[in-house]
Structure formats: C-alpha cells, structure tokens
C-alpha cells in the first residue's frame, strides 16, 4: 500500500509557473495525471523509481519537469510556461509494477488531486 499526499497547486496567468509536490510512503514508478471537465485523465510525465528515467506528454514538453527527491520520497513537477488548456485537476499516482506506465489504468494508488487553474 502506498499513501500519497500531493501539495501545491492553485490559479496562475497564462505564461506563470507553478508546483506540484507528492509525498509518498514507498519509492516506486510513479506519474502525474490531469483531469479536465468532461474529458479522461490523461498522463502528464512519469518518473521511475530512481529518477534516470523519465516520460512527458507532447503537450507538455519543454515545459513541464518531474523529478524527485530520494531522501524524502517526494515527486515534484515543475510547470512553467502554462497554458489555458493546462487548466485541470492534477493527480498524483503511483504503480506497484516495475516500468514507466503511460495509462490511469497502469497505476494503482493515486493522490486526491490538486486543481491549477490558468487564466489568458
């Protein structure tokens, strides 16, 4: 079982930054979802384990980073450069499989979910 307790988040002009954080209680593969209204949770980046290895979305490369900080169990994602269209709920989760996993269905524990919200 793994817990996951995401922060950070909140309402930005389009061109500002924001950050994410997840706080998890194991070290495995995890990822960062969004959520629109009325549309399916799509993967934004995913992180492996230790960190060598990691996945972006089209839409958010160059612009999105996700990292973590071993000592402390915690994945970050660092948003720069937003968009309108990034406006969604985000969520953390995590997997128990080995493997970067690129689907919702692909991962087992998830975060209650944080909203961004930005403006143009």
């Known amino acids: 079982q793994v817990h996951l307790v995401e922060s950070g988040g909140g309402s930005v002009q389009a061109g500002g930054s924001l950050s994410l954080s997840c706080a998890a209680s194991g070290r495995t593969f995890m990822g960062w979802f969004r959520q629109a209204p009325g549309k399916e949770r799509d993967i934004v980046a995913a992180?492996?384990?230790?960190?060598?290895?990691?996945y972006y979305a089209d839409s958010v490369k160059g612009r999105f980073t996700i990292s973590r900080d071993g000592a402390k169990n915690t994945v970050l994602l660092e948003m720069n450069s937003l968009k309108p269209e990034d406006t969604a709920v985000y969520y953390c989760a995590a997997r128990s499989a080995l493997g970067l996993g690129y689907r919702a269905s692909e991962y087992d524990y998830w975060g209650q979910g944080t909203q961004v919200t930005v403006s143009s």
């Open positions: 992180i492996s384990w230790s960190g060598s290895a990691t």
